[in-house]
T-cell receptor
Framework: SQELEQSPQSLIVQEGKNLTINCTSSKTLYGLYWYKQKYGEGLIFLMMLQKGGEEKSHEKITAKLDEKKQQSSLHITASQPSHAGIYLCGADKGGGATNKLIFGTGTLLAVQP | EAGVAQSPRYKIIEKRQSVAFWCNPISGHATLYWYQQILGQGPKLLIQFQNNGVVDDSQLPKDRFSAERLKGVDSTLKIQPAKLEDSAVYLC?????????????FGSGTRLTVV
């Protein structure tokens, strides 16, 4: 079965620093999602990537899907305390009416003022 | 549009007690998902409904967990009896086939603590 591995598991950065979170799949990704989560709360949708080489940005967050569609990275520029939380990558599995999201292990980000 | 509604937000119960969670998806969304997220892990799919039929419940511990979506709209997830390891956040999500990018939308979750 497809598994998603995220790295690092946790990350502490100083405010203003850049950081990157990676998500690697054992199989080709047909839809890759990035979510942010505050502890114990629901998921906030960030971005969705489908095409090899695709890159999307929202404010200071950029996500890329590699050409082979087996790895995605999430990059935060000039991090702020508001970026702190858990970042999850998710991948479409199945298809049609059976389509579902499976998730990676998550990356816990702390931003020190 | 209104989001996915879940209740309660928090629940504390003793082991061996029963508990139920409720989810109301986005209007018109045919597919509803329940996920379990244990602290420090990513969400794990428990059960997926398409309208009022079960599509996937392969990871649902059926000896103690049950879920229903009788009218193809809202859904309940029940645990009976609860164990300590059931402490987790239970997330409900919905989607509609044909929506661009499938449009998965998540509720705020129910945080369950079993003591």
């Amino acid at each position: 079965s497809q598994e998603l591995e995220q790295s690092p598991q946790s990350l502490i950065v100083q405010e203003g620093k850049n950081l990157t979170i990676n998500c690697t799949s054992s199989k080709t990704l047909y839809g890759l999602y990035w979510y942010k989560q505050k502890y114990g709360e629901g998921l906030i949708f960030l971005m969705m990537l489908q095409k090899g080489g695709e890159e999307k940005s929202h404010e200071k967050i950029t996500a890329k899907l590699d050409e082979k569609k087996q790895q995605s990275s999430l990059h935060i520029t000039a991090s702020q305390p508001s970026h702190a939380g858990i970042y999850l990558c998710g991948a479409d599995k199945g298809g049609g009416a059976t389509n579902k999201l499976i998730f990676g292990t998550g990356t816990l980000l702390a931003v020190q003022p | 549009e209104a989001g996915v509604a879940q209740s309660p937000r928090y629940k504390i119960i003793e082991k061996r007690q029963s508990v139920a969670f409720w989810c109301n998806p986005i209007s018109g969304h045919a597919t509803l998902y329940w996920y379990q997220q244990i602290l420090g892990q990513g969400p794990k799919l428990l059960i997926q409904f398409q309208n009022n039929g079960v599509v996937d419940d392969s990871q649902l511990p059926k000896d103690r967990f049950s879920a229903e979506r009788l009218k193809g709209v809202d859904s309940t997830l029940k645990i009976q009896p609860a164990k300590l390891e059931d402490s987790a956040v239970y997330l409900c999500a919905s989607s509609q086939l044909g929506t661009p990018n499938y449009g998965y939308t998540f509720g705020s979750g129910t945080r369950l603590t079993v003591v």
